[in-house]
C-alpha cells in the first residue's frame, strides 16, 4: 500500500464517553490596581484564535505516582493551576466588547475532564486523515469551540481566554489539551506559560515569573479576518523531515553560494514554500510567505513576557527564477538580518497594524505564512509524572499556513501543512516533497 493510500485509510477513533467541567479562577484575587490589562496594538491585530496545543503522557509509573503523593493527577493539575493564574491572572479574565483589553474579573479557566474510549496509542499510531470540515480523532480531544475557533466577543464577553481537556484513556495515558487565545499570547509565550504550570504542580520550584510590559489603551484597529482569511475550506496534513534529509537539503542549498550554513527551518521552510506555489492552481502569479519572528531578545524582554511579541518579514515571489530553494533561502536570510538590524523606532503601529499584508492583498499575491515552534521545549514540561512522549497542535489552523515542530525524539521536524484540496493533492505528490519526508501523516 502506498503511503497516500495509507492515509486515506485512516478512520477515526475517539470516542468521548464523558465529560465533566469547572472553572479554575486563580488562588487569589487579583488586585485591583490590576483589573484592566491593555493589549498592545500588535496584541489586537493578531487573530482571536485559539491556539490549541495537546501534550500526550504515557501511563504514569509506580514511582512516579508516590512523586505526586497519591493525589490524582485532575486534583494536581487544578491546584497547581489555580496558583499559576494567580501569575497569569490576565489569562482569567474575559475580552473586553472592543477587543483592545482584558477584563481581569478573575472569572476563570475552563478546565474540562474527559475519558475516551480507546487506547492512546490507537491516536499516537494511526492518526486520521484529516480535513477540517470533518471531525477528526485529534480534535475531539479539545472542548467544542477550542479548536482554532474565535473567542466570538460579542456573545456577552463571556467566553475564556483559556481551556483545558484533560483526557483520560483507557490505557491510563493522558492527553492535555490546552487552547489559550492568540491575543494574548504567542508561541513563545504559551512555552513559558506551560512550564511556569508544570513547575508548580511537580513542586520543583523551577517557576519563572512572567513579565507584563506596560501597554497604553488602544483606539481602533484593523481587524485580522481582513488580513487572513479564517474560512475553513482546506485541508490539513503532517509531514515527517528526518534530520538527515534536512542535511541533504541544506548541502545542495550551501553548494548554490547564496547561502552559507543555513538551518534545518529555513531549508524546510523553502522547500514548504517552493512546492506549494508549485502546486497551486491560483491565478496569481505573485506571491509572498510571512514569516514570524520571536523579537523578546531584540527588545530586551524576557521570554517570560506575555503577549505578542513576534515580528515579521515577507519574502516575494514574482517569477519562476524566484521559486529556487537557493533563492527563497537567500531570501529569508536577509528577511532575518534585517530584523536582526532594524531600528526598533520604526517598528510603527501602521506595520503592526498588517497594513503591509493588506497592500499584498489588494495586488491579488496569494499569501502563504509559516510559523516555527522548533526549539521551544513543549516536550519537557514535567507536571509530576514524566514528560510527554509527543506535543502538537491541533489539526486545522488557516489556510496556505506550515508550523513547523520538533519530532518527539529530537531526530527531525514535523510540519503541519493546510492547503486547499487540489492543492494538497500536487503538493503531497510533490517529488521533492516525495524524497525529502520519511512519514505521511
Known amino acids: 500500500m502506498s503511503r497516500r493510500s495509507a492515509l486515506k485509510s485512516a478512520t477515526k477513533l475517539v470516542s468521548i464517553l464523558s465529560t465533566s467541567q469547572t472553572l479554575i479562577k486563580p488562588a487569589l484575587s487579583t488586585h485591583p490596581g490590576l483589573k484592566q490589562y491593555n493589549l498592545s496594538s500588535r496584541d489586537v491585530c493578531t487573530p482571536d484564535i485559539y491556539i490549541p496545543m495537546v501534550l500526550f503522557f504515557p501511563c504514569p509509573s509506580a514511582s512516579a505516582r508516590s512523586r505526586v503523593n497519591k493525589i490524582n493527577h485532575a486534583e494536581r493539575l487544578k491546584r497547581s493551576l489555580a496558583q499559576t493564574l494567580t501569575a497569569y491572572y490576565p489569562f482569567a479574565g474575559r475580552l473586553s466588547s472592543s477587543g483592545t483589553y482584558v477584563n481581569c474579573n478573575d472569572h476563570g479557566v475552563e478546565f474540562v475532564e474527559a475519558r475516551v474510549g480507546c487506547n492512546m496509542s490507537e491516536i499516537l499510531e494511526n492518526p486520521p486523515n484529516y480535513s477540517y470540515d470533518n471531525d477528526d480523532s485529534l480534535g475531539l480531544l479539545f472542548r467544542p469551540g477550542s479548536l482554532w475557533d474565535g473567542l466570538n466577543i460579542n456573545n456577552n464577553n463571556s467566553s475564556p481566554l483559556m481551556v483545558v481537556q484533560l483526557n483520560h484513556f483507557d490505557c491510563g495515558g493522558l492527553a492535555m ?10 508561541g513563545c509565550g504559551l512555552s513559558a506559560f506551560l512550564a511556569h504550570w508544570a513547575a508548580v504542580s511537580s513542586q520543583s520550584g523551577k517557576q519563572v515569573q512572567p513579565h507584563y510590559a506596560s501597554w497604553p489603551s488602544v483606539d481602533s484597529v484593523i481587524s485580522p479576518a481582513e488580513i487572513i482569511s479564517l474560512k475553513k475550506s482546506w485541508i490539513t496534513r503532517r509531514f515527517v523531515f528526518q534530520n538527515s534529509s534536512l542535511a541533504s537539503i541544506k548541502a545542495l542549498v550551501a553548494k548554490q ?38 523579537m523578546r531578545s531584540r527588545l530586551m524582554v524576557p521570554e517570560t513576557a506575555v503577549g505578542n511579541f513576534y515580528w515579521r518579514y515577507f519574502v516575494e515571489v ?59 521545549p513543549f516536550d519537557k514540561v514535567d507536571f509530576g509524572w514524566g514528560k510527554p512522549i509527543k506535543a502538537c497542535l491541533a489539526d486545522g489552523g488557516f489556510s496556505n499556513s506550515f ?20 492543492t494538497m493533492s500536487k503538493f503531497e505528490s510533490d517529488e521533492e516533497i516525495l524524497n525529502a519526508t520519511s512519514t505521511f501523516l
Open 177 to 186: 489539551a490546552v487552547s489559550v487565545t492568540h491575543r494574548i499570547i504567542d
Open 257 to 294: 553560494g547564496l547561502v552559507e550554513n543555513p538551518t534545518r527551518v529555513e531549508v524546510l521552510t523553502s522547500l514548504l514554500y517552493k512546492s506549494s506555489i508549485a502546486a497551486s492552481h491560483s491565478g496569481s502569479s505573485s506571491s509572498v510567505l510571512i514569516q514570524p519572528a520571536n
Open 318 to 376: 514574482n517569477n519562476e527564477g524566484e521559486a529556487q530553494l537557493h533563492s527563497l533561502n537567500h531570501q529569508i536570510k536577509k528577511g532575518k538580518m534585517e530584523l536582526r538590524n532594524m531600528d526598533l523606532s520604526t517598528m510603527d503601529d501602521a506595520e503592526i497594524l498588517g497594513l503591509t499584508v493588506m497592500e499584498y492583498m489588494k495586488k491579488n499575491y496569494k499569501i502563504y505564512v509559516c510559523s516555527s515552534l522548533c526549539n521551544f
Open 403 to 422: 508550523v513547523l515542530m520538533d519530532t518527539p525524539a529530537g531526530d527531525g521536524i514535523e510540519a503541519m501543512v493546510c492547503l486547499d484540496e487540489q
